[in-house]
């Protein structure tokens, strides 16, 4: 996943200099090496030229490193529109390899597309921070607009008690009032994992895993560096690698922190065979 984020970086570099020079120097961070690969592996091979992938708001160079290795068209989505505005101008002044990027402005829990419209959707660390029920509505969301045999891929935090984070901020689109906290994440335990995000209607388990850290808290000593994490940024796929863990049974160490699983949409059978003929309605 470093070579890739790496090389998206320099593809990147001519155009916008400045992206491309902040994905040189950090690639893919320290959570997002072990969540970006497993996409990478959970897509199905056969994701090729002519198919269509669609991203909820994860962070914006997967879309592109997954449209340079496969050839696919990749839509990339966000809440906010600052975002969508990096990824269109990084789109068409990057040098291209393979495959395109579009970018939208959409809310996951009430999505644009025509339903079956992708062979693939993925959306890494995003829908913990969607409040109330939402998170369930944008899973759902998910589903509709996956084709029949198509792939659902989503990593969360994940916790053995399920909890919520509030902040004293504006969180995304949502502005702090005049003195509440606003919600910006849950943690999922098993059962929370199950009932508002994989026990849904049209979709069987394919896959999950449960990462963590061991006795070495290595994520939370590269938030305490503060602006010398810069230093660190370059190092932070192998630290991933050295201090992040598949959890295999349910020992004291690694500590759980997030869950990565993979569902298939069944709803009227089929498989993934070739692209997608179904068209998405106009963005907002």
Not at 113 to 131: G, K, N, Q, R, T
Not at 150 to 177: L, M
Not at 188 to 216: A, F, N
């Amino acid at each position: 996943m470093a070579w890739a984020g790496f090389t998206h970086g320099l593809r990147t570099l001519p155009g916008v200099p400045r992206e491309g020079i902040k994905r040189i120097v950090l690639p893919v961070s320290y959570w997002r090496t072990p969540e970006f690969s497993y996409v990478w592996r959970r897509l199905p091979p056969e994701i090729g030229a002519g198919h269509r992938v669609f991203d909820l708001g994860s962070p914006k160079q997967l879309a592109f490193m997954i449209a340079d290795a496969s050839g696919a068209h990749v839509v990339a989505s966000d809440i906010l529109p600052d975002p969508i505005a990096t990824v269109r101008r990084v789109a068409e002044r990057r040098i291209t390899r393979r495959g395109s990027v579009e970018a939208r402005v959409s809310d996951g829990r009430a999505l644009e597309f025509e339903d079956a419209s992708f062979d693939a959707v993925f959306s890494v660390s995003v829908l913990e921070h969607i409040p109330d029920d939402g998170d369930s509505a944008a899973i759902r969301e998910l589903i509709r607009v996956t084709r029949p045999g198509g792939t659902i891929i989503v990593t969360v935090p994940y916790d053995r008690n399920y909890r919520e984070t509030f902040v004293d901020r504006d969180v995304y689109e949502r502005a702090r009032g005049d003195s509440a906290e606003v919600f910006f994440e849950r943690h999922y335990d098993e059962e929370s994992l199950r009932l508002r995000l994989i026990d849904m209607p049209g979709v069987e388990l394919v896959d999950i895993e449960i990462w963590g850290e061991g006795r070495v808290r290595m994520a939370r000593a590269l938030r305490s560096i503060g602006r010398l994490d810069l230093l660190a940024a370059p190092f932070e796929p192998v630290l991933s690698r050295l201090f992040l863990h598949r959890i295999e049974g349910n020992g004291a160490y690694p500590t759980p922190d997030a869950a990565f699983f993979t569902l298939r949409r069944t709803a009227d059978g089929g498989a993934l065979t070739g692209p997608t003929t179904t068209g998405s309605s106009a963005a907002r």
